[in-house]
């Protein structure tokens, strides 16, 4: 096997450029080399090489060593330079790369292979003293903390010591003979904290970096993301050796950090920050304040250093080219890496630019009216889950605000919650139930689990592209960063903004689309759905198989779900309308009733209730189906806590509190779950079902009175395992709604079937179906019931399971596709032999599961159900599942 592939001056070893094999930094290395953009020569160890480096317990095959001499050989001869020369040497980056990019990976080594007497032919062939030494001393500090892993306080402390003795503030202060000093001082540190002198020897460097971008593969914080993230841990890394060009050889070098479009609001704009005279870490880092790529965003941000189209136009001019070249190769937005040195450009990284949902939306709608992708592929390269940020509220610009400071707007989307300083406790609140916002002087992949439990971040420094910003987009939350008036004091746990203190626990809100970080909380308001948005979900609709539906009980949220586009309700749960304040007691006074009589009675007050809910939804969704279920949990839900509900039950019902408390004490049940409910309530009091069915068809005839458009309810029956079940329930139905029509000289269509929830509903679906004339799949209990985990306590051990790798996700979240699937697919299949024309549907959580839809439509159901506001969500994963 070859483990080592090529790039730059004219080879391209990769071809098509796989990022399977040889990571996405080293597959976009080669494929810009291969279409003649200026990429500094290099190489790629692949990932296979990592892989099979763990399967054989940390060995390299014998062969490496000389394919990596090779690829050595190959940055020499395009660069005329000799790794470890005395007189001019070749340095070169060490840069790992995954497939996707990954943070928790070990940070990239510059300038490898610096040591005592390179440095001198650096700073002969260079003709700049200063430069080797900067270059040198940078080398020892990254490479004891990222491949030594070493203090780097320690480093960073001699480096503010050696500034301070000098009556310097910047870097660029410090003359050639103040670095030599510094690394001196570096090495000193070196043999003090490891034991042993800063490694000499360029191969042992190069091997030493090599080992520590695999290592990192299996460190934590890497497993930590490729948890969250559901990335295998058998891809491995590639590692990219590559030939040093320098950003910090003067006033006509630079490094920058660019996209092709603005990843905030989508924009068809470039956007970036360079640094003059400087090396890639120090944009991303935020040591010093980055200057705008364009004039404009400039004049927009009213900042005076100069832009880069302003201070270098021709190379600006070059990078533009460069990344329209990019845009229409990748075909997408891309995020870029580059360096200038004296006035020449190179690239040296190329990816996807990650994005906000928002700015997703947009350049996929306007690169399919671009030409430069179809309307297919705009549609499937949304991320249906990201459009969570765009479906919930923001600030109410009308709230009052109480600004504390502005930073940079670096994520969009608005969060309040109480300030917290690090991560874990970011994740310990969060657990708690606590909505915490973590603020940070900055972020680092340390922070990934802290970030992830916060609803919102907030940094001191750093610009856009640090890392807080690129994470924060990538998980969809809200971010302030570089905010450079907080002072955070970690160790009293005290965050100053002016004259203003605030503690850990108080309440924080910050506005990610404006960068305003405000005291307090301040209230929300819902968002916009026309636009880009309404555009691809028009799209979407037009490649979209599976029907979708909302949950919803209220007329409110049944506006809400049309709204976003709901195609009818899959599930009105009838006992929610039960808790009205209004009515609770009467529902009370039914289930302690000890006679039908008195359940008739108590029924009797709730029919006008129910009847009237009905009649709303069913004017709300004019003309489309709704499904409703008959009530279905255990009837001690509804008893009444404390003695003035029982007083006042009492009244009601007209009997003695203490016989009412003996009634409750008889609904006791050991596991209610499977207790005494669903359709177990309508076979022992068929009066329920009676009104409930009466109710329902009686409202019916109402609206299609009224002129509106006649709704078509389809009358559900919950937790059935038997045709007996279905048969008795249905034949409750059918006989309230002849009474009802023949009582009201008019009818409406209507449907009966059954929810199937139940292992043995499943199994006997073909005799079931001869009844039913439609199936939602409760996927809820029907999970809870096929694995027997309760939903209720599974949160106690279930992320267990999923760390055990027992369970690739949360079965309650996303459809046990392997079990529960199974079932789905047996009874999809037993049902439709029976009556080839039922209707099937899915109405548990996993409706608005992007995963799961997909499994849907693979089943060949006809619709989904998700609460309201994941219809979106649905619509659009129905879409890329047909696709
Ligand atoms: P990351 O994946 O964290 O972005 P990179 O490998 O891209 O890490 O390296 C970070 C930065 O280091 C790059 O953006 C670039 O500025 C700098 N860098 C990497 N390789 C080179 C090189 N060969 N010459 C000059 N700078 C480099
Ligand atoms: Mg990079
Ligand atoms: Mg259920």
Redesign the pocket.
Not at 84 to 103: C, E, F, K
Not at 109 to 138: C, I, M, P
Not at 443 to 466: F, N
Not at 491 to 505: D, P, T
């Given at each position: 096997t070859r483990y080592v592939y090529r790039f730059g001056g004219g080879v391209n070893d990769g071809g098509k450029g796989d990022k399977n094999l040889l990571g996405g930094?080293g597959a976009n290395l080669d494929g810009m080399a291969a279409i003649g953009l200026p990429v500094?020569p290099?190489f790629t160890i692949t990932t296979e090489m990592c892989t099979r480096y763990y399967e054989d317990g940390g060995q390299y095959p014998e062969s490496l060593n000389g394919e990596v001499a090779n690829g050595i050989a190959h940055i020499e001869s395009v660069t005329g330079k000799k790794f470890g020369d005395a007189a001019d040497p070749l340095l070169?980056?060490v840069?790992?790369?995954a497939r996707i990019?990954m943070p928790g990976m070990m940070?990239?080594v510059?300038n490898l292979g610096l040591n005592d007497e390179t440095v001198l032919g650096l700073a002969a062939a260079s003709g700049d003293e200063r430069f080797a030494w900067d270059s040198y001393r940078r080398f020892i500090q990254m490479y004891s903390d990222v491949v030594l892993e070493l203090d780097h306080g320690a480093f960073e402390e001699a480096l503010e010591i050696a500034k301070e003795d000098n009556g310097y503030t910047l870097d660029t202060e410090l003359t050639a003979d103040d670095w030599k000093a510094l690394v001196a001082e570096y090495k000193a540190l070196v043999q003090k904290l490891w034991n042993k002198p800063f490694p000499q020897d360029v191969h042992d460097q190069l091997w030493g970096a090599i080992n520590a971008v695999f290592g990192s593969w299996q460190a934590d914080r890497a497993k930590v993301y490729r948890r969250l993230n559901s990335i295998p841990g058998d891809w491995g890394t590639a590692v990219?050796v590559?030939?040093?060009?320098?950003?910090n050889m003067g006033d006509t070098s630079a490094?920058g950090?660019a996209f092709t479009r603005d990843p905030a609001t989508g924009e068809n704009v470039y956007y970036g920050e360079f640094l003059i005279n400087a090396?890639?870490?120090d944009v991303?880092a935020g040591i010093r304040t980055p200057q705008y790529l364009t004039l404009a965003a400039r004049e927009r941000a009213g900042a005076k250093p100069l832009s880069m189209e302003e201070a270098m136009p021709e190379t600006y001019a070059e990078l533009a080219r460069v990344f329209d070249i990019l845009e229409k190769h990748y075909r997408d937005m891309q995020d870029i890496?580059f360096?200038v040195q004296q006035g020449k450009l190179w690239m040296?990284?190329t990816r996807s630019g990650k994005r906000t949902a928002k700015a997703a939306l947009k350049i996929a709608v306007d690169m399919a009216n671009e030409g430069l992708i179809t309307q297919e592929e705009a549609v499937a390269r949304v991320d249906p889950a990201a459009l969570d940020q765009l479906l919930h509220p923001t600030l109410d610009p009308t709230a009052p605000r109480d600004v504390l400071t502005k930073g940079l707007p670096a994520s969009p989307g608005a969060a309040s919650g109480l300030i917290v300083f690090d991560a874990d406790t970011a994740e310990r609140r969060n657990e708690l139930g606590d909505a915490v916002i973590l603020v940070r002087v900055e972020t680092s992949p340390e922070d990934i689990h802290g970030m992830h439990a916060a609803k919102g971040i907030l940094t001191a420094r750093g610009g856009m592209t640090s890392h807080a910003a690129v994470v924060a987009r990538g998980m969809g939350r809200p971010c302030v960063s570089g905010a450079g008036s907080l002072s955070i004091d970690n160790a009293n746990k005290i965050l100053r903004i002016g004259n203003r203190e605030l503690k850990e626990g108080d309440i924080l809100t910050i506005d990610g689309a404006t960068g305003e970080v405000m005291a307090g909380e301040v209230p929300t308001v819902q968002p916009e759905l026309a636009g880009d948005f309404g555009v691809l979900m028009e799209w979407a609709d037009k490649v979209r198989r599976l029907k979708v539906r909302a949950n919803a009980e209220t007329p409110q949220d049944c506006k809400v779900a049309r709204e976003f586009g709901a195609e009818g309700v899959g599930l009105c749960r009838t006992e929610h309308m039960f808790f009205d304040a209004a009515r609770i007691t009467a529902v009370r006074e039914m289930i302690l009733a000890d006679s039908e009589k008195g359940r008739r009675a108590a029924l009797d007050k709730l029919l006008p209730e129910q009847r009237d809910d009905f009649a709303q939804i069913f004017m709300v969704m004019a003309g489309l189906p709704v499904t409703i279920r008959l009530l279905d949990p255990p009837l001690h839900e509804f008893l009444p806590h404390g003695e003035a509900e029982f007083e006042e039950v009492a009244r009601g019902a007209g009997v003695s509190v203490d016989t009412l408390k003996r009634r409750a004490a008889e609904l006791h049940e050991f596991n209610p779950m499977l207790g005494h409910r669903g359709c177990r309530l309508g076979v022992t009091y068929p009066e329920i079902y009676e009104m409930q069915a009466r109710a329902i068809f009686e409202a019916a005839l109402i609206v299609k009175a009224r002129g509106g458009e006649a709704p078509i309810p389809e009358v559900m029956i919950p937790l059935v395992a038997t045709r007996k079940e279905l048969e008795l329930m249905k034949a409750i139905v059918d006989k309230a709604a002849q009474e009802v029509f023949a009582e009201q000289g008019a009818s409406v269509e209507y449907l009966v079937g059954t929810m199937i929830e139940l292992p043995r509903a499943a199994l006997k679906a073909g005799e079931i179906a001869e009844v039913g004339e439609f199936f939602s799949f409760g996927t809820n209990d029907l999970t809870q019931t096929t694995i027997g985990i309760s939903r209720d306590d599974a949160g106690r051990f279930l992320t267990q399971y999923v760390d055990k790798g027992i369970f690739a996700r949360d079965p309650f979240v996303s459809i046990d596709v392997e079990g529960v699937g199974e079932l789905i697919q047996l009874a999809a299949e037993r049902g439709r032999k029976t009556r080839p024309d039922i209707k099937l549907g899915i109405c548990g959580e996993h409706g608005g599961d992007p995963a799961s839809i997909a499994f849907c439509e693979a089943t060949g159901l006809d619709y989904v159900s998700a609460s309201p506001y994941r219809v979106p969500i649905a619509r659009l994963a129905a879409a890329q599942a047909a696709l």
């Amino acid at each position: 096997t070859r483990y080592v592939y090529r790039f730059g001056g004219g080879v391209n070893d990769g071809g098509k450029g796989d990022k399977n094999l040889l990571g996405g930094k080293g597959a976009n290395l080669d494929g810009m080399a291969a279409i003649g953009l200026p990429v500094p020569p290099g190489f790629t160890i692949t990932t296979e090489m990592c892989t099979r480096y763990y399967e054989d317990g940390g060995q390299y095959p014998e062969s490496l060593n000389g394919e990596v001499a090779n690829g050595i050989a190959h940055i020499e001869s395009v660069t005329g330079k000799k790794f470890g020369d005395a007189a001019d040497p070749l340095l070169v980056s060490v840069r790992s790369g995954a497939r996707i990019s990954m943070p928790g990976m070990m940070d990239t080594v510059l300038n490898l292979g610096l040591n005592d007497e390179t440095v001198l032919g650096l700073a002969a062939a260079s003709g700049d003293e200063r430069f080797a030494w900067d270059s040198y001393r940078r080398f020892i500090q990254m490479y004891s903390d990222v491949v030594l892993e070493l203090d780097h306080g320690a480093f960073e402390e001699a480096l503010e010591i050696a500034k301070e003795d000098n009556g310097y503030t910047l870097d660029t202060e410090l003359t050639a003979d103040d670095w030599k000093a510094l690394v001196a001082e570096y090495k000193a540190l070196v043999q003090k904290l490891w034991n042993k002198p800063f490694p000499q020897d360029v191969h042992d460097q190069l091997w030493g970096a090599i080992n520590a971008v695999f290592g990192s593969w299996q460190a934590d914080r890497a497993k930590v993301y490729r948890r969250l993230n559901s990335i295998p841990g058998d891809w491995g890394t590639a590692v990219n050796v590559q030939a040093m060009v320098f950003g910090n050889m003067g006033d006509t070098s630079a490094t920058g950090v660019a996209f092709t479009r603005d990843p905030a609001t989508g924009e068809n704009v470039y956007y970036g920050e360079f640094l003059i005279n400087a090396q890639g870490e120090d944009v991303v880092a935020g040591i010093r304040t980055p200057q705008y790529l364009t004039l404009a965003a400039r004049e927009r941000a009213g900042a005076k250093p100069l832009s880069m189209e302003e201070a270098m136009p021709e190379t600006y001019a070059e990078l533009a080219r460069v990344f329209d070249i990019l845009e229409k190769h990748y075909r997408d937005m891309q995020d870029i890496e580059f360096t200038v040195q004296q006035g020449k450009l190179w690239m040296l990284q190329t990816r996807s630019g990650k994005r906000t949902a928002k700015a997703a939306l947009k350049i996929a709608v306007d690169m399919a009216n671009e030409g430069l992708i179809t309307q297919e592929e705009a549609v499937a390269r949304v991320d249906p889950a990201a459009l969570d940020q765009l479906l919930h509220p923001t600030l109410d610009p009308t709230a009052p605000r109480d600004v504390l400071t502005k930073g940079l707007p670096a994520s969009p989307g608005a969060a309040s919650g109480l300030i917290v300083f690090d991560a874990d406790t970011a994740e310990r609140r969060n657990e708690l139930g606590d909505a915490v916002i973590l603020v940070r002087v900055e972020t680092s992949p340390e922070d990934i689990h802290g970030m992830h439990a916060a609803k919102g971040i907030l940094t001191a420094r750093g610009g856009m592209t640090s890392h807080a910003a690129v994470v924060a987009r990538g998980m969809g939350r809200p971010c302030v960063s570089g905010a450079g008036s907080l002072s955070i004091d970690n160790a009293n746990k005290i965050l100053r903004i002016g004259n203003r203190e605030l503690k850990e626990g108080d309440i924080l809100t910050i506005d990610g689309a404006t960068g305003e970080v405000m005291a307090g909380e301040v209230p929300t308001v819902q968002p916009e759905l026309a636009g880009d948005f309404g555009v691809l979900m028009e799209w979407a609709d037009k490649v979209r198989r599976l029907k979708v539906r909302a949950n919803a009980e209220t007329p409110q949220d049944c506006k809400v779900a049309r709204e976003f586009g709901a195609e009818g309700v899959g599930l009105c749960r009838t006992e929610h309308m039960f808790f009205d304040a209004a009515r609770i007691t009467a529902v009370r006074e039914m289930i302690l009733a000890d006679s039908e009589k008195g359940r008739r009675a108590a029924l009797d007050k709730l029919l006008p209730e129910q009847r009237d809910d009905f009649a709303q939804i069913f004017m709300v969704m004019a003309g489309l189906p709704v499904t409703i279920r008959l009530l279905d949990p255990p009837l001690h839900e509804f008893l009444p806590h404390g003695e003035a509900e029982f007083e006042e039950v009492a009244r009601g019902a007209g009997v003695s509190v203490d016989t009412l408390k003996r009634r409750a004490a008889e609904l006791h049940e050991f596991n209610p779950m499977l207790g005494h409910r669903g359709c177990r309530l309508g076979v022992t009091y068929p009066e329920i079902y009676e009104m409930q069915a009466r109710a329902i068809f009686e409202a019916a005839l109402i609206v299609k009175a009224r002129g509106g458009e006649a709704p078509i309810p389809e009358v559900m029956i919950p937790l059935v395992a038997t045709r007996k079940e279905l048969e008795l329930m249905k034949a409750i139905v059918d006989k309230a709604a002849q009474e009802v029509f023949a009582e009201q000289g008019a009818s409406v269509e209507y449907l009966v079937g059954t929810m199937i929830e139940l292992p043995r509903a499943a199994l006997k679906a073909g005799e079931i179906a001869e009844v039913g004339e439609f199936f939602s799949f409760g996927t809820n209990d029907l999970t809870q019931t096929t694995i027997g985990i309760s939903r209720d306590d599974a949160g106690r051990f279930l992320t267990q399971y999923v760390d055990k790798g027992i369970f690739a996700r949360d079965p309650f979240v996303s459809i046990d596709v392997e079990g529960v699937g199974e079932l789905i697919q047996l009874a999809a299949e037993r049902g439709r032999k029976t009556r080839p024309d039922i209707k099937l549907g899915i109405c548990g959580e996993h409706g608005g599961d992007p995963a799961s839809i997909a499994f849907c439509e693979a089943t060949g159901l006809d619709y989904v159900s998700a609460s309201p506001y994941r219809v979106p969500i649905a619509r659009l994963a129905a879409a890329q599942a047909a696709l």
